[in-house]
């Protein structure tokens, strides 16, 4: 089952960032850009979270956000609140509201992935895997441990981040930009060989002995998760 995440933001920049580390992610995502055309949307449709801009064209946010917990179909939607008010007031009246969570920007995008998976593993757990299988690799991303033919693999942070990154989406060649956005985030400013060095970590680490390198390099884009290694595990 792929967990349906709406993202409502007038600001295209950060709606389209957020649109494509989500579908990284897994999700699958709807984005609205006021807050009358989202209410519209939400009495047709009810996703599993929803990631609400505070202030919108249309209708605001924090009254989109009361007028949905108003609503029976909509009254248990997760919700987070994305604003840059960050005064302790308007994060109480935020979450008074109704908001599950509340995150000011600018923000880290990693760390809004945490949240939101954070978040729907308490209401909808159902949609969350905490494990992620390809081949005869096993990721568990609750106890942050990886397994290769039933033998635990060493991986430092960065290369597990790393892995589970290219593991949601096998097949999909990322570029070492991508790469570096989606794993050390927007916020923080590294060189992209940086990519290349955690890659032959990773690569030293999955594939002792004589074993097949899940990790394909494509020339002049990037790297991906092989697909086909990773369709053995189906």
């Known amino acids: 089952m792929t967990p349906r995440v709406m993202i409502v933001e007038d600001e295209e ?5 957020l649109r494509y580390n989500l579908e990284a992610e897994g999700y699958s995502v709807e984005a609205v ?35 949905l917990r108003a609503r029976e179909t909509t009254r248990t939607l997760p919700i987070i609140m994305l604003t840059a008010r960050g005064e302790e ?33 308490r209401s909808r757990p159902e949609v969350i895997a905490s494990l992620l299988r390809a081949g005869d690799i096993e990721l568990d991303r609750e106890t942050h441990r990886v397994r290769r033919s039933g033998r635990e693999l060493r991986l430092g942070p960065t290369e597990f981040r790393l892995l ?4 949601k989406s096998p097949g999909r060649v990322f570029s070492r930009e991508q790469l570096l956005d989606g ?19 990773l690569r030293k680490a999955v594939n002792r002995g004589r074993v097949k390198d899940p ?3 494509v020339r002049g884009s990037g790297y991906a998760f092989d697909d086909q290694f990773a ?3 189906n």
């Open 231 to 233: 369709g053995a595990a």
């Open 89 to 121: 007031q308007e994060r109480i009246r935020g979450l008074a509201t109704g908001a599950d969570d509340y995150v000011v920007k600018p923000f880290s995008v990693p760390e809004l992935m945490a949240r939101v998976r954070a978040i729907l593993r």
């Open 13 to 17: 920049a950060l709606a389209l960032l």
């Open 164 to 167: 589970e990154f290219l593991m």
């Open 183 to 201: 794993v050390w985030g927007r916020d923080v400013y590294v060189d992209e060989r940086t990519v290349d060095v955690h890659i032959g970590r």
């Open 33 to 67: 850009p006021r807050g009358d055309d989202a209410e519209t949307r939400l009495k047709e449709t009810t996703p599993d979270l929803l990631l609400l801009d505070w202030m919108l064209p249309g209708i605001s946010g924090i009254e989109l956000c009361r007028r």
């Open 215 to 217: 990790i394909r390099t």
